[in-house]
């Protein structure tokens, strides 16, 4: 890529990328290597090694302590230690002795859980302003949650853009806002990248990067997939069915800010910056013929309710009233396969604890059907690539890597986008079934 194409990045660094002095330099150094990564959206300090605490966790901890009525000095003594190891090896002359009483007495005053965990990226934000030698910005004051704890996209939008204008280069910390009333409020898993694509959004960026401890985006997971290769680009719907099931480094949510304003992502290394990542866009005609798929991924937990009727195929609304069925129980599903006389719903087996019987009880009142099953041990195998759709016999070739590893099928399920295969296997299956299909597909 060529950065002198883009006049605007975000960028965004981890836990691990911000964990130390040393992480903090080489941050500065990839920052300070390109004028056009204006913003920078930092995390907490992470683990520096195996076995080490993050911040944030040892700010949750003083929380739970303080709600007990517990002592947390030595903890937040650890806290304070971390930050100010980081100050010193960074030679600064910053001091937040008035930041670290100030959040010792909110804690202590019931400032609230959010409030508590949110101190570490806002600490480090600081930090990082300071040695960057750019404005800090306080998410609190931008970045706006409803009184139900939604995100409010919008407002946010308005508010932070408007902001932004004033500022040339900025660090705005991740993983947090605020509700209408001041207090924080953090967002869920994969915070920080939330922030960093709503910030890319307003600022009208060219490109997000979203800086981590790998190389981007792997087509497996690595612990069942030893040495899976790096994805070189993907687009956004690639990046949500995989992200759905199972695979990690860029949460889902955290695209739709991006996605919409059509921002493109770029996953890269801090310790290996010479590795250009995993490019995430809008859409490309870009893909390896060699790789037709894009990636595989997968979960297990789920299980499968079978119902089965005679003429089924005629009976109109018969799948409306199964979905009624599941809906009585709040209950969301993940497919739908079906037959002339067979209906199959998938659903998380997780949410269906403690109302199996209820659910079959509403299913058998609104359709009659002649029989009704509940088979559990389900994993799920997702196959997605956007190059499936022009070459053929990709599903053949997925369900022949999979039955050559002598493992039986159960469900079948297909886009009508060519996008995805998804196939049901049981769960004692699912490592060996992703090995056989990555390795069908992908050459060493």
């Known amino acids: ?120 990226e806002y600490l480090n934000g600081m930090i990082l302003a300071e040695y960057l030698g750019y404005d800090f910005i306080d998410p609190a004051d931008y970045i706006k949650f409803c009184d139900d704890g939604s995100f409010d996209a919008e407002t946010t939008n308005g508010i932070l853009s408007e902001e932004m204008k004033k500022h040339e280069n900025g660090v705005i910390p991740g993983f947090y806002g605020s509700h209408p009333n001041g207090t924080i409020r953090t967002f869920s898993r994969g915070g920080s990248d939330i922030t960093g694509s709503i910030v890319a959004r307003a600022v009208y960026a060219d490109l997000y990067e979203n800086w981590t401890d790998v190389n981007g985006f792997l087509m497996a997971d690595p612990r069942i997939v030893p040495g899976a290769k790096t994805i070189k680009y993907i687009t956004y719907r690639e990046l949500r069915e995989l992200s759905y099931m199972g695979a990690t480094v860029l949460h889902e949510d955290a695209i739709f800010p991006v996605r919409f304003a059509g921002i493109p992502v770029n996953i890269r290394n801090t310790n290996d910056v010479s590795d250009p990542g995993t490019m995430i866009v809008s859409h490309t005609d870009s893909y390896d013929s060699d790789d037709i798929i894009t990636g595989v991924a997968g979960k297990k937990g789920f299980c499968v309710i079978t119902i089965e009727k005679a003429l089924m195929n005629s009976e109109k609304g018969f799948g409306r009233k199964v979905l009624e069925a599941i809906e009585k129980e709040n209950l969301s599903f993940e497919h739908l396969p079906s037959g002339i006389d067979t209906m199959s719903v998938i659903l998380n087996k997780s949410e269906i604890s403690g109302c199996k019987e209820r659910l079959i009880n509403h299913i058998c009142q609104m359709v009659e059907p002649d029989t009704v099953s509940i088979d559990e041990g389900l994993a799920l195998i997702a196959v997605v690539g956007r190059g499936m759709v022009r070459s053929k016999g990709t599903a053949v070739r997925v369900f022949r890597a999979v039955a050559d590893a002598g493992i039986n099928i159960r469900m079948i399920d297909q886009g009508s986008s060519e996008l995805n295969i998804i196939i049901g296997i049981d769960e004692s299956d699912f490592d060996e079934a992703l090995r056989a299909i990555y390795r069908e597909f992908v050459k060493e």
Request: aromatic share 12%.
């Open 1 to 120: 890529m060529d950065k002198e194409i883009y006049n605007v990045k975000v960028v965004k660094f981890g836990g691990s990328s911000l964990a130390d002095a040393e992480q903090f330099k080489k941050v500065g150094s990839i920052i300070k290597s390109d004028t056009s990564r204006r913003f920078v959206v930092p995390s907490a300090p992470g683990k520096r090694f195996s076995g080490d605490t993050k911040v944030t966790d040892m700010l949750y901890s003083c929380y739970n302590a303080a709600q007990n009525g517990g002592d947390f000095d030595s903890v937040f003594a650890m806290v304070k230690y971390r930050f100010d190891s980081i100050i010193a090896g960074l030679g600064l002359s910053l001091d937040l002795s008035a930041e670290y009483e100030h959040i010792k007495w909110a804690i202590l005053h019931h400032a609230g859980r959010d409030y508590a965990a949110s101190r570490g």
